[in-house]
């Protein structure tokens, strides 16, 4: 790395430290002085229990029908590893070290100082992931990330950064998990760079804990003609959460998908959603969010679109599920526009599960149980078009886990 690079994260890094006592825009705010920053590196680190975890939240640790592997416990990376022509993955500590062009794109879709768990992931960062696919490649198979949380109590603060070149086409999965019982806070920082012509598809999959806080931030920027689509499942209880992707359609015909299923149960509390920003002519976007939540679960889904160019198109959908009566989803959508001749709509609903649905399903010989499993399997079930045969498997698999345990 140059000098100028260099010079460049130290003017972040201490913008960052500034903004440490920054509490977040949206969800709860943390004391992070209760989270440990050190970790050991394990020595045994496939053990019977991560294989399980990886293995539920879609990680084959056989590498079968994947492109590539990237998997950090904790701090520490363990796999680096492409299988694809035209793809790289490695670190990102070590991209940044071989990548001098790296340094313009880093923090460049977010703010380092946008609050205190941005700031975390510049001051106290912990490794991350760095995925490429170069220009025209189009790669069949997704490549894996897995960011495993397993001491209790540690914090993982990682910066992750994707890169499509122009004509690529990629598929990502990412799993994210940590024992049933651990505690510990994961701050991920994901920016996404898709060029024109390129097309992505980012597919998450949590299975965390009620220990566990987490504070994904995302940001993602598309140019002419490129294309996003993010799936983002949730399977499992966990303490809070709280994430809000933004995506910036800079590139004219650009078009955006995101779609959110969260499972909500226990005391768990969510503060989920996405924005989108239409900036050019042509751009399109699409956000659906799904949520089921039983127990004493809180769920905000949010939505934010602004248009703010001509003949821009989009529509926000948020429908939820109560299963109990200490549960709550609040649904809050927001449109916005700023040029003329923009259509954008959004549709919400709450509430519980129609009796007469489950009553339907229970004259057809199924128990209650069956029948409000069968009726949320299909609630969550989102229409996705253009990913891989491997990875719709991989989310109704997901899907069906979900349903099962509500």
Known sequence: MSSGARAKIEQLKKKAEEALAKPPAFGPDLDLSKYKYEAEKPKDWLTKDLAERAELVGIDLGERQRAGTYLQLDHFSIIEKATAGGVEVMSISKA?????????????????????????????????????????????????????????????????IIVVEEGAELHVITGCATPRVAEGLHVGV??????????LSFTMIHGWAEGVDVRPRTGVILEEDASFTSIYVNLNPVKTLQMMPKVYLEGRNAKCYLASIIA???????????????????????????????????????????????????????????????????????????????????EAAVGKIAEEEVYYLMTRGFSEEEATSIIIRGFMDVDVKGLPPVLIQQIRRALDVTAKSL
């Not at 975390?120 to 990330?145: C, H, M, N, S």
């Not at 994901?190 to 097309?199: C, L």
Request: glycine letters at 8%; hydrophobic letters at 40%.
């Open 96 to 160: 940044l070290e071989s990548y001098e062009w790296l340094a313009d794109y880093y923090w460049r879709a977010l703010s380092v100082d946008a609050d205190k768990f941005t700031a975390l992931a510049e001051v106290k960062r912990t490794e991350g992931y760095f995925i490429r696919a170069k220009k025209g490649v189009k790669v069949d198979f997704p490549i894996q990330a897995c960011l495993f949380l397993r001491t209790p109590r540690v914090a993982q603060n990682v910066h992750n």
């Open 190 to 199: 994901s920016e996404f760079y898709v060029k024109r012509g390129g097309k």
């Open 264 to 346: 909500a149960s226990g005391k768990s509390h969510f503060d989920v959603g996405g924005a989108t920003y239409l900036r050019a002519e042509g751009t399109k976007a699409e956000i659906v969010s799904r949520t089921v939540a039983k127990d004493e679960a809180f769920v905000a889904a949010r939505g934010l679109m602004v248009g703010e160019s001509e003949g821009v198109k989009g529509h926000l959908e948020c429908r939820g599920i109560m299963l109990s009566p200490m549960s709550v989803v609040v649904a809050i959508p927001e449109l916005e526009a700023k040029a003329k001749n923009v259509e954008l709509s959004h």
